[in-house]
Each structure stands twice: as structure tokens, then as C-alpha cells.
């Protein structure tokens, strides 16, 4: 992403600074100050002073507005230009965060808020590299396809940051957007969330529709079923080792509300079982888990996965 040239000032340090106290309503000064920027562009009353040069290099949209001539009665401070937008405060914050700030968008996990923020307005104002940067983040957590699942399961790597409403919020996001491809697994990982009460939860969550609020209940009760009739029943050969398989008792039920059918075959599972069983169980384990990743979709009443990921929202 293209940097401000070194002989430019640092921006002010000091954020929300208010720039006109006098006022019934004071504008604030955000973190993206730069004292010799040449736009000002003002969102919910937050103010970032920037560069043109800039905007327009990472963004058509910025281009095109900046190549129109002056309106007679265009809103200028400090022989800046104003631009008054319509997002949120801190949506524009980020944005302009990933523009001039190369190591603000690190490798480690984002919260959630700041991947949606980046989703948004890289879609639109029109720019590519950092939208698919955010969309990464969360197709990396939220996949497609079950060997991505796979490998998101197998590494201790995550693109966003673990919070309790993080599958809730994935689902609000991609129902805004349009990210139809992540819905599935959402869905499931909010199926799957060990929640103490998990339905008492769910249901007094005022973020989800009412009904995606039934699809997540009525799908996690199907998963339920799903996994006591594949996992627990068909995981061992016959009668063999039944008795002494404890520890896939206990994945499948304990604590109550445990669902493991995508995770991968734990070791811990074939303690006490023979040979014979545990060989049995991986391939069962292995094919109930691919039976489960194409019938994902329509558990919770979606679309199967070609076409969620051919309708799903792109920039281009």
C-alpha cells in the first residue's frame, strides 16, 4: 500500500482532540492528524485531516471525487477541503489506519470490528487490496471447504480474535454483506459454542434475526441427532470395545451440548480401544465428517455450497 512520502510530518498523537470547544456539538480530532495533510474528510463528528494523493491512489471512488471541480460554496477549514461522510467514526478510522499505517494490519488475530469496518468501506469506496485483506481474515476463520477447515483446526493460527459473540457477529456480518459462503459454518460454530445455556442465549441475542435465531437452534438439535447415530453408534466395529470407550462417550456428550463431528480424530479418543476399533472409528470419524461438510448448508436451510459461494458479494 502506497506510504506517505518521508518528507511529510507525523500526524498529531494525540486523538479526539476537540477543535471547536465553543460549539453546541464540538468536532474531535482523530488519531489521523497530519498537520500538513490537504483534506479534511469529518464522519459523525470525528475529523481526520489526510492526503488526496493518497485516498486517490488506493480508491477510484476518492479519485473521481477529488477530480471534480469546487463547488462555489464548498465547505473548506484551514484551506482544506471537508468532506462529510456518512459512515461510522471508527469505521473511517480503520480504513484510513490500513492506508497509512502499514503495520497497524498485522499478521496476528483482528478483533471482529475492525475486519467488518475494512469489509465495509473497502467495498465501498472501491479498494481491492484491503478488502481482500479483511475478507482473508475471515474465510481463513469462517472456510468453504473442508480441507481449509481442516488446516484452521490443525494449526493454533487464528486471523480474528476469539470472543464469545465472535460466531454471532460472523453471521450478522455476512448477512449484511452478502458473504453467503461463510454462513454454513457460522452457523455451525454457533451450533457447536459451548454455551452453559446455549438456547437461553441464542434466543436473548438482539443481534440475529428471529429467524436465523430458529435456524441455529433447530439445526443444533439435527447436528445433535446426526452425531449420536454416526459418531457414537458407528465409531466402533460391532460390540468390541464399547465398553471401554470412555473418552468418545465423553466427547459426545459431556459437558452437555458438545459437538464434535468437523473437529478432527483426537488421540485421547482410542485410549483402552484396540487396534481394529481405532482404525474403524478414524474411517467412520473421516466420512462422517465429509457427509456433514455437504449437507452443512442445508441443515441450517441455506443454499448448497456452489452457489452460496457463486451469489456470494464480491468487489469486483
Known amino acids: 500500500m502506497p506510504d506517505c512520502p518521508s518528507s511529510k510530518r507525523q500526524r498529531t498523537s494525540s486523538p479526539d482532540v476537540e477543535i471547536d470547544p465553543s460549539s453546541a456539538h464540538p468536532l474531535l480530532r482523530s488519531a489521523m492528524w497530519y498537520d500538513d495533510g490537504n483534506v479534511i474528510l469529518t464522519a459523525e463528528r470525528i475529523q481526520s485531516k489526510v492526503y488526496k494523493g493518497v485516498l486517490s491512489a488506493h480508491s477510484e471512488v476518492f479519485q473521481d471525487m477529488f477530480s471534480l471541480p469546487p463547488l462555489p460554496d464548498e465547505d473548506k477549514k484551514d484551506e482544506c477541503s471537508v468532506v462529510h461522510l456518512s459512515d461510522a467514526a471508527f469505521d473511517v478510522e480503520q480504513l484510513l489506519k490500513m492506508m497509512f499505517e502499514r503495520s497497524y494490519f498485522t499478521a496476528g488475530p483482528q478483533p471482529m470490528k475492525v475486519?467488518?469496518?475494512?469489509?465495509?468501506?473497502?467495498?465501498?469506496y472501491i479498494i481491492p487490496q484491503i478488502y481482500d485483506e479483511a475478507l482473508s481474515c475471515l474465510t481463513t476463520d469462517f472456510p468453504a471447504t473442508l480441507k481449509e477447515w481442516n488446516a484452521h483446526?490443525?494449526?493454533d493460527f487464528k486471523r480474528?480474535?476469539?470472543?464469545?459473540?465472535?460466531e454471532v457477529e460472523a453471521i450478522v456480518l455476512a448477512r449484511e454483506l452478502n458473504l453467503l459462503s461463510i454462513l454454513p459454518i457460522a452457523f455451525y460454530r454457533t451450533a457447536a459454542a459451548p454455551y452453559i445455556s446455549h438456547a437461553k442465549s441464542i434466543l436473548?441475542?438482539?443481534s440475529l434475526s428471529p429467524r436465523d435465531k430458529a435456524l441455529v437452534l433447530v439445526g443444533r438439535e439435527e447436528l445433535f441427532a446426526y452425531q449420536h447415530e454416526q459418531f457414537?453408534?458407528?465409531?466402533?466395529?460391532?460390540?468390541?470395545c464399547r465398553a471401554d470407550a470412555r473418552p468418545i462417550f465423553d466427547a459426545c456428550f459431556k459437558p452437555p451440548g458438545t459437538l464434535v463431528l468437523l473437529d478432527p480424530w483426537k488421540e485421547h479418543w482410542q485410549y483402552k480401544i484396540c487396534e481394529?476399533?481405532?482404525?474403524?472409528?478414524?474411517?467412520?470419524?473421516?466420512l462422517t465428517r465429509r457427509n456433514?461438510?455437504?449437507k452443512l448448508?442445508?441443515?441450517f436451510e441455506l443454499d448448497d455450497w456452489d452457489v452460496l459461494k457463486a451469489n456470494s458479494s464480491k468487489l469486483r
Do not use: Y
Open 115 to 124: 475486519v467488518a469496518a475494512l469489509l465495509r468501506l473497502g467495498r465501498k
Open 153 to 155: 483446526k490443525n494449526i
Open 160 to 166: 480474528i480474535l476469539e470472543i464469545d459473540s465472535l
Open 204 to 206: 436473548s441475542d438482539r
Open 232 to 240: 457414537w453408534t458407528q465409531s466402533l466395529s460391532e460390540d468390541c
Open 276 to 286: 481394529e476399533c481405532c482404525e474403524h472409528g478414524k474411517r467412520v470419524h473421516n
Open 292 to 294: 456433514l461438510w455437504s
Open 297 to 299: 448448508p442445508a441443515i
